[in-house]
């Protein structure tokens, strides 16, 4: 287990390797009450030829309108990029300098940032750090640390995979719903997503448990083995920008009750150490960042609210915020929500979605390095594997990507498409061994209507049409879809950069109501989840397909879980 600070205030000294914040003492070795700032630095992830590392000066002196840090390396570390500083190296000598919009350092206030380094052989811990020439020494730490043999809590570096070598959690109210259904038994022990979707989710609402009673029953669950949990992050100031069946109970500018009533009170729950053996999986905020490319300005697909929110920049500043604060704890695992092949798969929403990512990684203090990987087709039904046709065929003299269901689009698939985001995403900065999840709860289209080979070949939209597993009626559609099915059971490692495929939405659980009901959680009414609406830009303006009679958000809705079940693929036994 980590030292506490008492400790090493107590022992004043550096021990390499260690974690945590060690104060130095200032110049004039009158103690530690005369420290004159301390120096949180972290390697966050290393492989073998690279790492990244985030650093924190606090200053503990007179307020300052610029700053620079210095440190040398012991080895042969090489600085290759940086982000919330001007971060540049000369010899072994490295300088961050404060940014135009980060200069100001008040009396107690911290600056955060972040690199992006090489090395070979040792990567060494920086000894002496110096803010504007005044030394205050560090013992930092990160997810290289040791574990302490004598501390089974002690979660250590944080693994690769979190889901290999790991059960994951049950959860119990979810599984009484599905075993009271009947033939639900059948999957009733499968492992889902914990939605905390608004403020009062954390401490329990409506009779229904609160983030610690299902991080105790995580603990009950783990036994002497690895546990993951899987909690789902969701509660952005002006949150679903494009949708209003999922919109929530923060305004557009309320950044500061998300950051004070949301994103700090899990984080303090998280960073309990009695939690420290489980190890968390967040999904960070689904269906925001998205949004923020491909549904503001001139494009047809674009809303009034989504402008709102690139404009003031809060999904940005909330998901940087939560990366930053959620990635503090060593045994939690960020996977930040990356739409689907049908939202950003075109070349126009791909690589500018993952800048976007980026940007939110490097808000308001937190780096790449506190993202572990990403999520696709979160609550979504895009096809897991579509195996009859390609975008690289031609059909009837016309490339498959012209047909009316591909649309111009790259992708077909969601294993396409994760594993080629994952390589965008590496480009734009985040690490190399990254990791993608890929919702797979209710993309398995089996049943009657699933195709058992190609379409006719009689024209390039006869052919995708008659061979696609996705039923739906238009790629756009989203809201409690007609015909599908259970997908792939949860499972880890199960293709190349892939981490796992998990059900992180709640088979069963609507996606919002199809008509107009009052409730007390902030859920409008979205004519997408109406099966009789005609559409908007983002579907062709076509039918829905959504299934009638369906309840708010959230809630449980048996006819879509028997749906489900009857159209699984793989089937169910």
């Not at 287990?1 to 090493?8: A, D, K, P, Q």
């Not at 961050?96 to 972040?114: I, K, M, Q, V």
């Not at 009638?548 to 959230?554: E, L, R, Y």
Request: glycine residues 12%; proline residues 6%; aromatic residues 8%.
């Amino acid at each position: 287990m980590s030292r506490t600070r008492t400790e090493l205030l107590a022992a004043m000294a550096l021990v390499a390797g260690a974690t945590g914040t060690a104060y130095a003492v200032a110049p004039d070795g009158v103690g530690a009450a005369a420290v004159p700032c301390t120096v949180d630095y972290q390697v966050q992830n290393q492989w073998s030829t690279g790492f990244t590392a985030a650093v924190t000066v606090t200053n503990l002196g007179a307020a300052k309108s610029s700053w620079s840090l210095k440190w040398s390396y012991a080895g042969n570390q090489r600085v290759t990029s940086g982000w919330n500083a001007k971060v540049t190296q000369s010899g072994s000598n490295v300088t961050a300098a404060n940014e135009s919009y980060n200069g100001t350092l008040a009396t107690g206030g911290s600056a955060s940032f972040g690199f992006q380094g090489t090395y070979s052989g040792s990567n060494a811990i920086p000894a002496t750090f110096t803010l504007d020439g005044v030394t205050c020494n560090v013992d930092g730490g990160g997810p290289t640390d040791p574990t302490d043999p004598t501390d089974p809590t002690d979660p250590g570096d944080r693994v690769n995979n979190p889901y290999s070598g790991a059960k994951v959690y049950v959860n119990p109210e979810w599984s009484a719903n599905a075993a009271a259904e009947p033939g639900g038994s059948r999957i009733a022990n499968q492992p889902t997503g914990v939605w905390l979707d608004r403020i009062a989710a954390i401490n329990g609402a409506n009779g229904k448990m609160g983030l610690r009673a299902h991080l105790d029953e995580a603990l009950r669950q783990k036994g002497s083995g690895e546990l993951v949990i899987q909690l789902v992050i969701y509660n952005l100031p002006g949150r679903d920008c494009s949708a209003l069946a999922s919109n929530g109970e923060l305004g557009p500018t309320e950044i500061g009750r998300y950051k004070t009533e949301y994103i700090d009170p899990i984080a303090a729950i998280l960073a309990d150490d009695k939690y420290s053996s489980l190890r968390i999986v967040t999904t960070v905020e689904i269906d925001s960042l998205p949004n923020l490319v491909t549904n503001t300005g001139s494009r047809a697909t674009a809303t009034p609210e989504c402008d709102v929110m690139k404009a003031n920049g809060n999904y940005v500043k909330g998901v940087g915020y939560a990366l930053n604060k959620l990635g503090d704890a060593g045994n939690v695992y960020n996977y930040v929500d990356a739409g689907h092949h049908g939202w950003i798969g075109w070349d126009d929403n791909f690589g500018p979605s993952a800048d976007v990512f980026h940007d939110a990684a490097t808000a308001e203090g937190a780096t790449p390095a506190d993202v572990h990987g990403f999520i696709t087709n979160t609550a979504n039904y895009s096809a897991l594997k579509e195996n009859n046709f390609s975008v690289d065929q031609t059909v009837a003299g016309k490339s498959v990507r012209e047909s009316k269901w591909v649309d111009w689009n790259r992708y077909v698939d969601e294993l396409g498409f994760a594993q080629a985001f994952r390589n965008e995403l590496v480009s734009t900065g985040f690490d190399t061994n990254i990791g993608m999840l890929i919702d797979t709860s209710r993309n398995g289209w089996g049943g009657t209507a699933r195709p058992a080979g190609p379409g006719a070949t009689s024209s390039v939209d006869t052919y995708v049409d008659g061979g696609r597993y996705d039923r739906r009626i238009h790629i756009g559609n989203w809201c409690n879809q007609a015909g599908a099915g259970l997908g792939e059971r949860p499972k880890a490692a199960p293709e190349s950069g892939i981490d796992a495929y998990v059900w992180m939405k709640p088979p069963g659980e609507s996606d919002g109501a199809s008509k107009a009901i009052p409730n007390d959680e902030g859920k409008g009414f979205d004519r997408m989840c109406d099966p009789t609406y005609t559409g908007t830009p983002r579907n062709g303006h076509n039918l829905t397909g959504a299934l009638s009679d369906a309840p708010v958000s959230g809630h449980w809705f048996s006819a879509q879980f028997q749906e489900l079940m009857k159209n699984a693929y793989p089937p169910l036994p």
